[in-house]
């Protein structure tokens, strides 16, 4: 079983930045880790994501704005967002791929507001 604790979700005005963290307990390999987030009345989507051998995968509305990075030792993950708009509003959940199971934190708030 694999557990993942997520922070530093929050409130900022638009433009401002916001770093979410997430860690994963228990000495296991993670093939694949990252972020998704779900806005009121809207399906979960992917934000990014980060192989363990560093291969990133962005959506296309955060590109240039975001930037993920793990470190596989202490098997952590953070987003950097930067540049924040309103429409980034949602919870965020932290998301990790071990072998075939996917498991999920439990879901941070981000409000970009003004």
């Known amino acids: 079983q694999v557990q993942l604790v997520e922070s530093g979700g929050g409130f900022v005005q638009p433009g401002g930045s916001l770093r979410l963290s997430c860690a994963a307990s228990?000495?296991?390999?993670?093939?694949?880790m990252g972020w998704y987030r779900q806005a009121p009345g809207k399906q979960r989507e992917l934000v990014a994501s980060?192989?363990?051998?560093?291969?990133?995968n962005y959506a296309d509305s955060v590109k240039g704005r975001f930037t993920i990075s793990r470190d596989n030792a202490k098997n952590t993950v953070n987003l950097q967002m930067n540049s924040l708009k309103p429409e980034d509003t949602a919870v965020y959940y932290c998301?990790?791929?071990?072998?075939?199971?996917?498991?999920w934190g439990q879901g941070t708030q981000v409000t970009v507001s003004s």
């Open positions: 998301n990790a791929l071990v072998i075939l199971t996917t498991y």
């Open positions: 228990g000495r296991i390999n993670i093939n694949r």
């Open positions: 980060i192989t363990s051998a560093g291969t990133t």
